[in-house]
């Protein structure tokens, strides 16, 4: 083994962490924020890649511009489904889970009835199509395109929460919502806020997994569960999401380097539960929210 | 209330005792035989998913197969009557495998079943079809390393797959080699066969990967083979997983005239949802490609398109495998029926005469290919093609000869397949070995 | 006053009809095929029952119910495998074509049936006790115990597929032949297998009930009710909790044992995440508050995927999942909860001596 195939694994890492970080970042803010756990967050993901395509295809739409668009259609989404149906079940976190399980059900039938069930190519940029060599480290750059929009929508949400107005709505609405109501904050409409950013991000994540994997009604599915042990790893917060994203991510990439990709995935569920058994609040577990 | 309780507890107790105890006059008898009547039409199953991540390869293959038996309908059916396939939908659930391939058998009462894409679904519903001494036509490329005596496969086996696959890439491109396939049987089972061809034609090898299935993480595998520098890679990954792997293969800035990827699976169907722009100069080892030249074939491709089941566009070779099977149901009924009678054509005596059964050029788009008469896979020729620019493959090479399938060339411990079970080498013969 | 609904008689009484009603269907139905499904719904039914027990009752919401149901039916797969291995021909078949020439140590056990058939049900409820345990002791709870169990899930699927030379991998284990009992062979479309699911499934329910009303039961339901106070009061809320837990587990196990007698397969499909959350949907949709209407809910919504699916090829999904988020909403504890109210309105009336003599006076059980 050389040093150069380490480095290159390690950086490799970070474009792993990444993409189980963007994965999950919205997930974080809807179950951190809201305590809902959305199962249905796959098939956000899902919609924006179908979104990306869709206006790709019928609109010819840069594939730059599809990622912010996709931001806005799933968020929509994201919006109509908080008013017509998660609204009613803020009190019922584990309810949430199985009213979302249905969601997701629906949505990939629904997409699959529309746009059939071979998969779906979404194109990126010929620039994409090559990769940064870094004398002994080569990372392709539609990786650096995902790390790099990973960091962008993380700053975004920090600034938002906590720079912002709005964020200390959200902040306040978490740590006690009685409170905060009879200071005035409208926490239904922070809870709608939220939640439509939420799913907002999962489409920007969607958009950019069409072009690094598949176009497909049944992508989300496989992101949705280990995103979530990203975010009750993280203990919910981001900063927590972040750090979990990233550590996994290493990890995975080292094991893989060392044993195979199969293997790798084994030993970081077994040391998720592991931890989870000495920390069960999760890495950073925010001071004061209820739960 | 403690009365009622006990009470209720001896009731049911006593009542799954007697339930247990009472004489089993329902071991049912296992012979099965399809009720057949002269002038009424023959059912056969269709057993693919239609919905959930198998309706991908699946739905194609339902389709190819209605198509198959409208055209014999139109042309006078089989045995002179008419074919009625019942298609069920399995859900790319194994355990709807298992249920719908019952209600078949049991309840349709039909004649053969059609079906199964993945070696998982064919392993979850072999214990009903052997148990019911029934037929499957598995219509797609397998491991081998299995003997029953239900089943007839129309698809490559391992052995036959990459024969030529290997020595044509390593005169090509060099002796260096990286194997990349999905985790399970199949891929490991394929790469054992493309071993040997390896060795017979003085390669080497330099790594072997394995990804889990449905993954689409290939920056650590892409790692180790940029690391590796080899000349081609032979990739046996499947499905989702391999568009994937065919992207980030050019993302990660691989050349595809330096390094292509020979590949078991990448056919027109998953070159068109990649994009030709990552598929084009890659390379495929199959028995067909829409690419054929031969009349049959364009007549094939021109009807199939235009017909009702065409709406997806392409053909492709798992398609015209499948495809190829009711056309070898045919020939096997026919001759079956012209030995013990129409009425008597049981699934297992379609089996037992099946074999050599030939589909002959004029019928199959592949051009000729016959059943084996001791392990009822097919003797076909394998083809390479290269994708071009446009997603269609140009062919490159063709097997001058017919391969022999052989499920246990890489066993031969294990014995030989013979009509009757495996024959081990101590003579004695198993039979249903799954 | 009293709702019938909650009458501990009636509820027995309903039981027994039900079950008797189960018990009867053999002698009018011939059709193997409706016999083998009835049975496979059976086993459906276990596994609504057992997560009915884990959560309706003990508020531990478990989405990875499939280890223990997977064990269990890996356990009977290996022992069904081993009936069919001979003096000359002593390992499996798939581990020949993966290099292996001698029999893994853990298979060895299962060459012996009664050893093999103990194993099934004692290794998954092992696992379960010593899981449980483990974190319950930790105090997870609530939606975090959730997620571990889907952890662990994944866990076990990923080795069970990456293992393949002892796991038969993604096809998993086809043994050829029936089970073999005490030199009968148990045909698997055979009114004798129906009963012995049914056999399994009549035993786990009154086990189950039983337990929800004796005082275990309602000391459960009280930490899922609020466990602080529960703990406050002096028990044991870890050993309370790791108890209905692992009973839940055993009841997954005999479960999976059932459905690989009955189809002659495993695979890691049984470990998949998709198949332990619908083994919530069944108890959530049929109410898992009550035993017997979680179970209504797997033969619902199994029969309603095999009878309806096809009828409905490309909709099913949507209207399954409609119905789903339907139920979800509005009637939270399920159609059983429809059955409650509707009583319920009875109530108000006179009632029967029955019911007035053992409905009322003290804390509702969950049923």
């Known amino acids: 083994m050389d040093l150069g195939s380490l480095l290159n694994a390690l950086i490799l890492g970070l474009s792993i962490a990444s993409i189980w970080l963007i994965a999950a970042l919205g997930l974080t803010i809807i179950y951190g924020a809201a305590g809902v756990i959305n199962m249905a967050h796959g098939e956000f993901i899902m919609l924006g890649a179908y979104s990306s395509y869709m206006l790709q295809y019928y609109l010819g739409l840069p594939y730059l511009l599809c990622i912010p668009a996709s931001f806005v259609i799933v968020g929509a989404v994201g919006l109509a489904l908080e008013r017509g149906l998660i609204r009613y079940l803020y009190n019922r976190p584990l309810d949430t889970l199985l009213a979302t399980y249905g ?46 929009v990973t960091a962008l929508c993380v700053l975004g949400v920090w600034l938002l929460f906590y720079k912002t107005r709005f964020g200390v709505q959200v902040r306040a609405v978490m740590q006690n919502k009685e409170m905060a109501a009879s200071f005035g904050i409208n926490s239904s409409r922070v809870y709608m806020m939220t939640f439509a950013l939420g799913a907002g991000l999962a489409g920007v994540a969607g958009s950019l997994f069409g072009v690094l994997a598949i176009v497909l009604p049944t992508m989300g599915a496989s992101y949705v569960v280990q995103a979530f042990l990203m975010v009750v790893t993280g203990g919910g917060s981001l900063a927590g999401t972040v750090v979990a994203s990233g550590v996994t991510g290493e990890l995975q990439s080292i094991f893989a380097f060392f044993t195979n990709d199969t293997f790798a995935r084994f030993v970081i569920f077994v040391l998720i539960v592991v931890f989870l058994r000495f920390r069960p609040q999760g890495l950073f577990a925010q001071a004061g929210a209820r739960r | 209330m403690d009365f009622t309780r006990r009470r209720l507890l001896t009731t049911a107790a006593a009542a799954s005792a007697a339930a247990i105890a009472m004489p089993n006059i329902m071991t049912s008898d296992k012979a099965y035989a399809a009720p057949l009547k002269k002038g009424e039409p023959i059912k056969v199953g269709l057993l693919f998913s239609l919905t959930g991540a198998l309706a991908v390869p699946e739905e194609d293959s339902t389709l190819a197969l209605q198509y198959a038996f409208e055209e014999i309908n139109k042309n006078g059916g089989v045995g002179g009557v008419p074919v009625e396939p019942v298609i069920v939908d399995a859900k790319s659930d194994f355990g709807v495998y298992s249920e719908k391939t019952k209600e078949l058998i049991l309840r349709e009462k039909v004649t053969a079943l059609f079906g199964c894409y993945t070696s998982a679904s064919r392993k979850a519903i072999l214990p009903t079809v052997m148990q019911r001494n029934h037929l499957l036509y598995y219509p797609t490329c397998y491991e081998g390393a299995e003997c029953t005596q239900n089943t007839i496969c129309t698809g490559p086996l391992a052995n036959q797959h990459s024969q030529d696959l290997i020595p044509f890439m390593v005169e090509k491109f060099g002796k260096k080699v990286f194997f990349v396939g999905s985790n399970y049987v199949w891929p490991k089972e394929s790469n054992k066969n493309a071993k040997i061809w390896l060795e017979k034609a003085g390669g080497e090898l330099l790594g072997e990967e394995y990804i889990p299935l449905g993954s689409s993480e290939f920056g650590p595998v892409l790692n180790k083979i940029r690391d590796a520098k080899p000349d081609f890679i032979f990739s046996t990954v499947v499905g989702a997983s391999d568009i994937a792997f065919h992207k980030q293969f050019k993302q990660e800035g691989f050349k595809v ?33 829409q690419s054929l030249d031969n009349p049959t074939n364009q007549k094939f491709v021109e009807n199939f398109l235009k017909s009702k089941y065409g709406k997806n566009g392409v053909t492709h070779y798992n398609m015209e495998e499948t495809y190829l099977t009711a056309y070898v149901f045919k020939a096997g009924f026919e001759k079956a029926a012209a030995a013990v009678g129409f009425e008597n054509v049981t699934p297992r005596a379609i089996r037992d005469h099946s074999g050599g059964v030939r589909v002959e050029d004029a019928v199959s788009p592949e051009g000729l290919v016959w059943i084996d008469e001791n392990n009822f896979n097919t003797w076909l020729k394998p083809k390479i093609g290269q994708c071009q620019a446009d997603g269609t493959f140009k062919i490159v090479k063709a097997a001058e000869k017919h391969v022999a399938p052989d499920p246990y060339s890489i066993y031969p411990d294990a014995g030989v397949c013979t009509k009757d079970g495996l024959k081990a080498p101590d003579g004695k013969v198993r039979t249903n070995v799954i | ?52 027990l884990c959560w309706g009752f003990g508020g531990i919401l478990n989405l990875g119910q499939g280890i223990a149901f997977g064990l269990g039916a890996y356990g009977m797969a290996m022992t069904m495998q081993m009936q069919s291995q001979t003096e000359s021909n002593p390992i499996p078949p798939f581990m020949l074509n993966n290099s292996l020439d001698q029999l893994p140590w853990f298979w060895e056990p299962f060459s012996n049936t009664a ?27 609530g939606p975090f115990f959730a997620i571990m169990t889907l952890a662990m899930l994944s866990a076990f699927y990923t080795i069970i597929l990456d293992r393949q030379p002892y796991t038969g991998g993604v096809n998993g284990i086809t043994p050829p032949s029936p089970l073999q009992l005490g030199g009968f062979e148990i045909d698997p479309y055979s009114s004798t297998a129906y009963w012995i699911v049914l056999a399994i499934l009549v035993t786990a ?103 309806l699916g096809d009828a409905f090829l490309a909709t099913w999904l949507l209207i399954l999942g409609g119905f789903f988020i339907v139920v979800v909403r509005f009637l939270p504890n399920g159609l059983a909860s429809l059955l409650e109210s509707a009583l319920g309105l009875l109530a108000t009336k006179p009632k029967t001596p029955a019911a007035e003599t053992n409905g009322d006076a003290k804390p509702l059980p969950a049923e």
Not at chain 3, 120 to 141: E, K, Q, Y
């Open chain 1, 103 to 148: 969601v997701s059900l629906v949505l990939m039938q629904g997409v699959r009835l529309i746009f059939g069930s071979d998969p779906k190519y979404l194109a990126a940029p010929e620039i994409f199509s090559s990769n940064i060599s870094l004398g002994f480290a080569s990372i392709s750059s539609f990786r650096v395109v995902i790390l790099l």
């Open chain 2, 257 to 289: 005239d330096t390094m292509p990827i020979a590949s078991l699976t990448t056919g027109e169907i998953e070159t068109r949802a990649m994009g030709a722009e990552f598929g084009a100069g890659h390379f495929l080892s199959a028995p067909y490609f």
């Open chain 3, 1 to 52: 006053m009293g709702n019938l609904y909650h009458n501990k008689t009636a509820q027995w009484l309903v039981y027994t009809a039900f079950f008797l009603g189960l018990a009867v269907i053999p002698s009018f139905v011939s059709d193997d095929f409706l016999l083998n499904q009835l049975a496979t719904y059976g086993v459906y039914g276990m596994l609504a029952l057992s997560i009915s």
């Open chain 3, 115 to 141: 050893a093999g058939l103990i194993l099934s049900i004692a290794v998954p409820t092992l696992f379960c006790a010593i899981f449980g345990g483990v974190m319950f002791r930790a105090r997870v709870s």
């Open chain 3, 205 to 307: 329910t009154v086990v189950a009930k039983l337990i929800t009303q004796s005082s275990f039961g309602l000391v459960t339901q009280a930490i899922r009710d609020d466990a602080e106070r529960v703990r406050f009061l002096g028990y044991s809320v870890a050993g309370y909790e790791t108890a209905i837990y692992t009973i839940s587990g055993a009841i997954a196990a005999f479960a999976g044992c059932c459905l690989v007698m009955l189809v002659q397969y495993v695979s890691p499909a049984q470990l998949d995440v998709g198949f332990s959350l619908s083994m919530v949907i069944w108890a959530a949709i049929g109410g898992r508050l009550s035993l017997l209407g979680a179970m209504c809910g797997a033969f619902l919504i199994q029969g309603a995927q095999s009878y």
